[in-house]
């Protein structure tokens, strides 16, 4: 499923701690609000777990951060 500007939007949050008098991102929370073809969701719903494998910014990030996703899939005909 291609991901068409008009059919993926994403709120991001981020969280700044100073866990040793430094601040720091220590979390970020992504909320994807997704749009896919009826009869679809099944198949995002598979892939959205395992994208972050293939996220360049999580995989750079990956041990610094804490990621957070979620996302909430509407159908259209």
């Not at 994403?10 to 909320?31: F, N, R, S, W, Y």
């Not at 951060?65 to 899939?73: G, P, S």
């Amino acid at each position: 499923m291609p991901p068409y500007p008009d059919r993926l939007k994403t709120d991001v949050q981020g969280t700044i701690e100073a866990p040793e008098g430094v601040l720091k991102i220590t979390k970020i929370h992504c909320h994807y609000h997704i749009q896919v073809p009826r009869g679809k969701r099944d198949q995002a719903e598979r892939v959205l777990p395992v994208f972050e494998k293939k996220c360049p910014v999580a995989q750079t990030l990956k041990g610094c951060v804490e990621f957070i996703h979620d996302w909430t899939i509407d159908e259209y005909d």
